[in-house]
């Protein structure tokens, strides 16, 4: 049968930011090969999935729907080109053809930019597994040089790949490789493009992000060069390490006009025995002292986090530390999780002697208090005014959503007869009147939209 019209594309992205990022990148790469994407998998001429593995759930929940998908597809569409991608192609390389024997490709995170030509590879050879890691030279990042795809309010975009601080429980190095940062001149093009596309947000990406330096240039530095381009709105950072937060860096909140009243700062552990077995280098008074130089900086910044309970030897009182400093310094939000031993680190060697029972009972009481005090936040911010960027129409009529700097979701209505500027992009002037399960309600305090 001939094909009439596009060939079809599907994507099914697990993991971090980085992951959505690259998936981001594998559309827009195979749009310019003429490829159109579909939300319908049974349609696709090519799928790829793209993976993570930075717990064992994540990794078996990549797995199960490689076999899924190969099932579902190959059955109607033989010559579709299964794809895997990320961090679990990284780590399993040619060994997933093994567990799934319809994958035709498996591509690690720094393949992904040359992926055209691995397709076009394995349509026509049959099964390849490209792995590795690139140098980080200027076309190794996946950066974009298309004019012509429409983009979001926020957009990602990459300052380094790959982590070489080699925390004792983290898979990250060895599936995403040694640390490489990007040349400043890139950076800047690449956000002049995008802002003069409409983008009014960036999110900066790097697995250890402010850990960026580029001949002599540091993170704040790029900070403030980023800081200076006119169309830019607001900017974020995700995923900085607390030993990187300089003096400079931490001033930067509050000073820098585009910066965000937001950071999402992983702490990983309240006690200093486990955050040395952890290797985080830093301990819970390092970490308390940042949080302290932030607030300083910029009183109204909202703080979140990463947690693990049930690290190897983690002690009941090692433990209460954690819930200490959760009580101290009051994060709005946090991800938390069980220790997973990961192959290849150095935590997978050590005696994992947290009984399950307690990973689990210590993982609830995390999950409560951080709820708790995230409620108390949200609660504390109901009269407060907040600009609001708006990024699509909220879940009742009439209603738009956006986020505010503090990344805090707000759903407002505009009032009747109002002449509001409802494009995505526009930013408004919003008071909070209420607190849902996951965003705002609020009412904006001025009818016309300040710009947008
Ligand atoms: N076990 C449990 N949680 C982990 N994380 C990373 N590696 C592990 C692991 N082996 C968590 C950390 C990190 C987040 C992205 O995932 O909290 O910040
Ligand atoms: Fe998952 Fe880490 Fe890979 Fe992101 S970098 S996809 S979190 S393993």
Redesign the pocket.
Known sequence: MIKVGPMKLYVRTF??Q??VHDSNRIVEMMQGEGYQSTTDVKEADLVVINT???REK?HHKGISEIGRLCKRVKRNKPDCVMVVA??VSEQEGARIFKLAPQVDLVVGPDQIAQLPRWVRDARQDGRIAMTGFDRGTRADFLSTADRATPRGVSEFLTVSKGCEERCTYC??PS??GPERFRHPDDIIEEAVLLTENGVQELVLLG?KVNAYHYDGLTFAGLLERLDQLPGLQRLRFTSPHPRHMSPSLIESFGRLRTLCESIHLPVQSGADGTLARMGRRYTAGDYREVIGGLRRACPEILISTDLIVGFPGETEAEFEQTIGLLEEVRFCGAFSFKFSPRPGTAAANLPDDVTEADKARRLEIVHNVIERVEREIRHDLVGKRFEVLVTGSGRNAGQLTGRARNNQIINFQPAKGATLNQAPGSLHQVEVTGVMPHSLEGIPVADEAQSG
């Open positions: 993991g971090c980085m992951n993570c593995s930075i994540a990320g961090c898979i990250v599936v995403r697995q």
